[in-house]
T-cell receptor
């Protein structure tokens, strides 16, 4: 099991460019999440998908779009990158859609710099 | 979700126990307490979770106060590999698994 994988590991963009961050999990999990982490801060939720076919906004969704392509894959798109989106992006997955006890598994992160 | 408060940092010597406190005075009766840790340049990883009674696993122990307004994560013998940021978070039944991360506690382990 690879767990949660993310591509790319690093990316540098210019302001206004677009890109898609890819995330895949091989654990047959229902829920998937995208977080961002700014330097010295905790993670903040951007979007989540409680099950295949559904997506919902998290705490900081502005400037992002997501696609739950299938049960395995959940992508995050920046349509017009801004320097404020410079951050480390983490994808996570969870077996259940609801419930308070399930463990969340995180990917290794994508370090994005917007110049 | 319960709001949590943790100290910014804690230091420990190697091989000694570390007690990490977390205050969650707004917790509801059905909120679970989860602990995750984040090693340098990695994504967070699960440590432990509990509801009312104390919990143990191979990584740590979780002691939850009787009134559930606070809890303590116990690393029994700190190693250099335990140097990380530790996050305490509440999770409700209808949260859809969404965590609200705070700044966490930076644990420094000295050889």
């Amino acid at each position: 099991n690879a767990g949660v994988t993310q591509t790319p590991k690093f990316q540098v963009l210019k302001t206004g460019q677009s890109m898609t961050l890819q995330c895949a999990q091989d654990m047959n999990h229902n829920s998937m999440y995208w977080y961002r982490q700014d330097p010295g801060m905790g993670l903040r939720l951007i979007y989540y998908s409680a099950s295949e076919g559904t997506t919902d906004k998290g705490e900081v969704p502005n400037g992002y779009n997501v696609s739950r392509l299938n049960k395995r894959e959940f992508s995050l798109r920046l349509e017009s990158a801004a320097p404020s989106q410079t951050s480390v992006y983490f994808c996570a997955s969870r077996r259940l859609s609801g419930g308070p006890t399930d463990t969340q598994y995180f990917g290794p992160g994508t370090r994005l710099t917007v110049l | 979700d319960a709001k949590t408060t943790q100290p910014n940092s804690m230091e420990s010597n190697e091989e000694e126990p570390v007690h990490l406190p977390c205050n969650h005075s707004t917790i509801s009766g059905t909120d679970y307490i989860h602990w995750y840790r984040q090693l340098p340049s990695q994504g967070p990883e699960y440590v432990i979770h509990g509801l009312t009674s104390n919990v143990n696993n191979r990584m740590a122990s979780l002691a939850i106060a009787e009134d559930r307004k606070s809890s303590t994560l116990i690393l029994h013998r700190a190693t250099l590999r335990d140097a990380a940021v530790y996050y305490c978070m509440g999770m409700t039944t209808d949260s859809w698994g969404k965590f609200q991360f705070g700044a966490g506690t930076q644990v420094v382990v000295t050889p």
